[in-house]
């Protein structure tokens, strides 16, 4: 028996979580709502990479939870462990056993240091820098502004991560500061990529070599960091050939920003609510779970193919609350999210090109008449000012606002490469 019980429970009170409760309360005053969520604070993650930049600061990307949560909604401070579907409860880190009849699971993504060996140790100093968590995105506005020559490196893991352009949008920021300064001749910068291009649609991985190009970055692709020493800023790359063979190689530098490998939450990967992969398994254009009818995810835990982004939330939380409604109504589910997502990917300190696509690799812009693929100064505004008050004043606030984005508005573009 569960000591408690809500009408809908919600895992993880960050950017998916907080909109679903906000936008279901503005529909229904009535039901009973309560979001299980450990921490005091709630971060703007999409900031990191302009504080990162030194271009932002903390304080803009910082709320409390506390601030967040409606006083209509219940928060149970507390982290889940375990998950009993079939007795349609949880349990929680206190021991306390939760109960719902519809349960809405969007505890994000873990970000896996330990993987890379001797990252711990040194990550937040000697030149190992990290926009990936809020304790060490200063030190690399720290390492940029510090820095007058050499080598500087910029990792990227294997997919999926959170946000996959930020591993090479730090990257053009700290360019431009250099150029800005006159000193990017003095400096090596290689991007060092466990993948096989510079980004999964073709369309936007050819406009992003002209950026790397512009910059005389050097590209390494197939480079998949495994080990780092901080006292002697030696970076470890396991190196994949076309064949698949595999290589190890050393490489010194100045300074590296590490974008960590990750993966669904440990809690999640061992639960009942698990795919192979270990993220939540549901469906993906419903977003209901595929086993448990009266369970929904959403958000970076998920197994829908799409990119990981808050902007990805956005397009999601509409299609989970109708969905809830309907379930409610015994309505049969709306099939609503094309999987959509979006990477504003900052190529210099004021432009910024603005990738947004669904499933496929599809390019669906939300902007008809405009070019994609262009570096523009109304994007970087979008960035600093548009995007975090997007954030904060209408999705957190639970404002339905649907921006259409379409194919039609790229094919030009796309049918002129
Ligand atoms: C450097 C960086 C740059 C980014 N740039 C962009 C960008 O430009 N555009 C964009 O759209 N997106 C960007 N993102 C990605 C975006 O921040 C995420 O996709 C988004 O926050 C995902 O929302 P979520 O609710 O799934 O997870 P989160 O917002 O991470 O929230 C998960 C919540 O679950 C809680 N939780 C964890 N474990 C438990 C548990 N056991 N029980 C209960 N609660 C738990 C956590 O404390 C957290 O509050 C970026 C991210 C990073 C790190």
Same mark, same amino acid.
């Given at each position: 028996m569960s000591n408690k019980h809500h009408t809908l429970l919600i895992v993880g009170g960050g950017a998916a979580g907080i909109s679903v409760a906000t936008t279901l309360r503005r529909q229904n005053a009535q039901i009973d709502i309560a979001i299980i969520e450990p921490s005091e604070k709630h971060y703007y993650q999409p900031g990191f990479t302009i504080i990162g930049g030194g271009a932002y600061t903390m304080a803009k990307t910082l709320k409390?939870?506390?601030?967040? +949560?409606? #006083?209509?909604v219940v928060w149970l401070k507390d982290a889940v462990e375990t998950f009993q579907p079939e007795n349609n409860t949880v349990t929680l880190r206190s021991g306390e056993?939760?109960?719902y009849d519809y349960l809405v699971v969007c505890p994000g993504l873990q970000l896996d240091w330990q993987k890379i060996a001797g990252l711990t140790d040194t990550l937040g100093k000697n030149g190992v820098c990290s926009n990936y968590s809020p304790d060490t995105v200063e030190y690399t506005w720290e390492c940029i502004?510090?820095?007058?020559?050499?080598? @500087?490196l910029f990792t990227q893991p294997p997919m999926p991560i959170k946000c996959a352009g930020a591993p090479q949008k730090i990257m053009y920021? @700290? @360019?431009? /500061? %250099? /150029?800005?300064?006159?000193i990017l001749d003095k400096f090596n910068i290689e991007f060092c990529n466990a993948g096989p291009g510079m980004f999964g649609i073709p369309f936007f991985a050819k406009a992003l070599s002209k950026v790397v190009a512009d910059y005389g970055i050097k590209t390494q692709f197939l480079h998949n960091i495994v080990a780092i020493d901080g006292t002697t800023k030696t970076a470890t790359?396991?190196?994949? #050939?076309?064949e698949g063979n595999k290589q190890r190689i050393e490489k010194t530098f100045d300074m590296i920003h590490v974008t960590p490998p990750q993966s669904?939450?440990?809690?999640?990967?061992?639960?009942?609510?698990?795919?192979a992969g270990g993220w939540v398994d549901v469906n993906e254009r419903t977003l209901q779970h595929n086993r448990y009818q009266n369970i929904f995810g959403l958000g970076d835990a998920t197994s829908t193919p799409n990119a990981k982004t808050a902007a990805a939330v956005r397009k999601q939380v509409p299609v989970v609350v109708d969905n809830i409604?309907?379930? +409610?109504?015994? +309505?049969?589910?709306?099939e609503g999210y094309d999987g959509y997502g979006s990477c504003p990917l900052t190529t210099s300190?004021?432009?910024?090109?603005? @990738?947004? %696509?669904?499933?496929?690799?599809?390019?669906?812009?939300? %902007?008809? %008449?405009?070019?994609? /693929?262009?570096?523009? $100064? +109304? $994007? $970087?505004?979008?960035?600093?000012?548009?995007?975090p008050w997007m954030y904060w004043s209408l999705m957190l606030k639970g404002y339905r606002f649907d921006i259409p984005h379409l194919e039609s508005y790229a094919k030009r573009f796309v049918d002129k490469e």
């Open positions: 409390k939870e506390a601030d967040l +949560i409606p #006083d209509s056993v939760v109960g502004k510090n820095l007058k020559s050499g080598t @500087a920021l @700290a @360019a431009d /500061r %250099f /150029r800005k300064k006159g790359f396991e190196v994949s #050939d076309s669904a939450p440990d809690f999640i990967k061992q639960s009942p609510l698990a795919n409604v309907n379930l +409610i109504n015994n +309505i049969s589910m709306r300190l004021s432009t910024v090109m603005l @990738a947004e %696509f669904s499933y496929g690799g599809k390019v669906t812009p939300s %902007f008809p %008449f405009l070019d994609p /693929r262009k570096n523009r $100064w +109304i $994007w $970087w505004l979008g960035k600093i000012m548009g995007f």
